[in-house]
Nanobody, 138 residues
Framework: QAQLAESGGGSVQAGGSLRLSCAGS????????MAWFRQSPGTEREGVAM???????RYATSVKGRFTISKDNATKSLDLHMSNLQPEDSAMYYC????????????????????????????????WGQGTQVTVSS
């Protein structure tokens, strides 16, 4: 069974930086869509950034210019570099993957408790990590 494991969360002051990493095991690290999501208590999970196996990326508007998603080919981890962190970035961050997919650009929309790689097709991310907490203080 494919598994994902996040690391790198922690507490920082506003304006600081963190790097999150996601290691995959149990399957070929060639998930069609790889993404980071986050969720704060009482809120819907939201997509943060996506990287697909063609190198396409997608970012939430709120993090554009501050977060960068990348794949470390040496460690085969999916990284999220976060800079200029703000208190509103505080959340549990989850790594997710869609193993298998189609010839379309992956999405990172969430609705009704589900997060979709292709909302029109109803294709959901089907592998999730346990999450890593990020706390940003002002």
């Amino acid at each position: 069974q494919a598994q994902l494991a996040e690391s790198g969360g922690g507490s920082v002051q506003a304006g600081g930086s963190l790097r999150l990493s996601c290691a995959g095991s149990g399957y070929s690290y060639r998930g069609y869509c790889m993404a980071w999501f986050r969720q704060s208590p009482g809120t819907e999970r939201e997509g943060v950034a996506m990287l697909d196996n063609k190198g396409n990326t997608r970012y939430a508007t709120s993090v554009k210019g501050r977060f960068t998603i990348s794949k470390d080919n040496a460690t085969k981890s999916l990284d999220l570099h976060m800079s200029n962190l703000q208190p509103e970035d505080s959340a549990m961050y989850y790594c997710a993957a869609l193993v298998g997919g189609g010839n379309w650009v992956c999405e990172i929309g969430c609705a009704g408790g589900h997060c979709y790689a292709n909302f029109a097709l109803g294709t959901q991310y089907n592998r999730w990590g346990q999450g890593t907490q990020v706390t940003v203080s002002s």
